[in-house]
């Protein structure tokens, strides 16, 4: 089992920056992959950003590719999510989860953080 607590969602203009956290205990850390997820009202989870074991790999999704940084400190076993030149579309709920396969789809992740919110102003 692995649980994870995200932090780090509020309210912020567009333009502007945000770092989320998701603090994981349980099982070895570095030996999942961790992913950010988001989900806005009435639309399906959206992927992010995963981040491989050691850190040396990341994946963006298309929509915020080159505006967000996915990055992991092993030794405190969180994930961080780097969020600058925030959208209105961007406001969603975000999770943080975790898995031992690299993959694009929520639902084939297995751990799951509550979530935290995320509201971009225009």
């Known amino acids: 089992q692995v649980q994870l607590v995200e932090s780090g969602g509020g309210l912020v203009q567009a333009g502007g920056s945000l770092r989320l956290s998701c603090a994981a205990s349980g099982r070895t850390f570095s030996g999942y992959v961790m992913a950010w997820f988001r989900q806005a009202p009435g639309k399906e989870r959206e992927f992010v950003a995963l981040?491989?074991?050691?850190?040396?790999?990341?994946l963006y999704g298309d929509s915020v590719n080159g505006r967000f940084t996915i990055s992991r400190d092993n030794a405190k076993n969180t994930v961080y999510l780097q969020m600058n030149s925030l959208k209105p579309e961007d406001t969603a709920v975000y999770y943080c989860?975790?898995?031992?396969?690299?993959?694009?789809?929520?639902?084939?992740?297995?751990?799951w953080g509550q979530g935290t919110q995320v509201t971009v102003s225009s």
């Open positions: 989860a975790a898995d031992l396969r690299v993959s694009r789809s929520s639902r084939l992740y297995d751990y």
């Open positions: 981040i491989i074991r050691d850190g040396s790999s990341t």
